[in-house]
């Protein structure tokens, strides 16, 4: 298995310029989110689904969107990106039961928007 | 709302010396709790997890973590420092399976001196 696999690994974008994170998972997991890592912040999830077709949000969803055409993709869209956007993304997906919430990393994209 | 706190935004220990880490969480009702761990330009990766049982956990590379209800305590320790210790450790808790409330703390930072 590849686990959670991401891409881009790095990424620069200008102010006002759109891009999709990619995020796929090979586990079957249900659960699949996103989260944004800032220093001293630890991680804030942005949105997540519980399977495909279903979405909600996170504690900082603005200017980010999401959809779940299939279980093992979770692209995650910046619609207009702003400097402040500028962050580590982390795609995470676990198993609707049996895991206590145990989440499974991808190794993150790194976002400088000027 | 929960949430984490963990205390020192940054540990250093000397190698061969005890490790440890603070985790406190508030939550009226005990949740499950995790540790992950994050070395340099990677994503987080399970150190170890509390469901329910037994209130010490073992961890991977000699990590362990202890449950303390009436303290709302989940602090990480290890016996003895390794140099390859030297990483970002992430507390983590939720109440459900899904981990859809997933609350990262801040972080603390090991740095690990010969």
């Known amino acids: 298995n590849a686990g959670v696999t991401q891409t881009p690994k790095f990424q620069v974008l200008k102010t006002g310029q759109s891009m999709t994170l990619q995020c796929a998972q090979d586990m079957n997991h249900e659960y699949m989110s996103w989260y944004r890592q800032d220093p001293g912040m630890g991680l804030r999830l942005i949105h997540y689904?519980?399977?495909?077709?279903?979405?909600d949000q996170g504690e900082v969803p603005n200017g980010y969107n999401v959809s779940r055409s299939t279980t093992e993709d979770f692209p995650l869209r910046l619609l207009s990106a702003a400097p402040s956007q500028t962050s580590v993304y982390f795609c995470?997906?676990?198993?609707?039961?049996?895991?206590?919430?145990?989440?499974?990393f991808g190794p993150g994209t790194r976002l400088l928007v000027l | 709302a929960q949430s984490v706190t963990q205390l020192g935004s940054h540990v250093s220990v000397s190698e061969g010396a005890l490790v440890l880490l603070r985790c406190n969480y508030s939550s009226s009702v005990p949740p499950y709790l995790f540790w992950y761990v994050q070395y340099p330009n990677q994503g987080l990766q399970l150190l170890l997890k509390?469901?329910?049982?037994?209130?010490l956990v073992k961890g991977i590379n000699g990590f362990e973590a202890e449950f303390k209800k009436s303290e709302t305590s989940f602090h990480l320790t290890k016996p003895s420092a390794h140099m390859s210790d030297a990483a970002e450790y992430f507390c983590?808790?939720?109440?459900?399976?899904?981990?859809?409330?997933?609350?990262f703390g801040p972080g603390t930072r090991l740095s690990v001196l010969p």
């Open positions: 983590a808790v939720t109440h459900d399976n899904y981990g859809q409330n997933f609350v």
């Open positions: 995470a997906s676990s198993r609707s039961s049996g895991t206590a919430g145990t989440q499974y």
């Open positions: 509390y469901t329910t049982g037994a209130t």
């Open positions: 689904s519980v399977g495909a077709g279903i979405t």
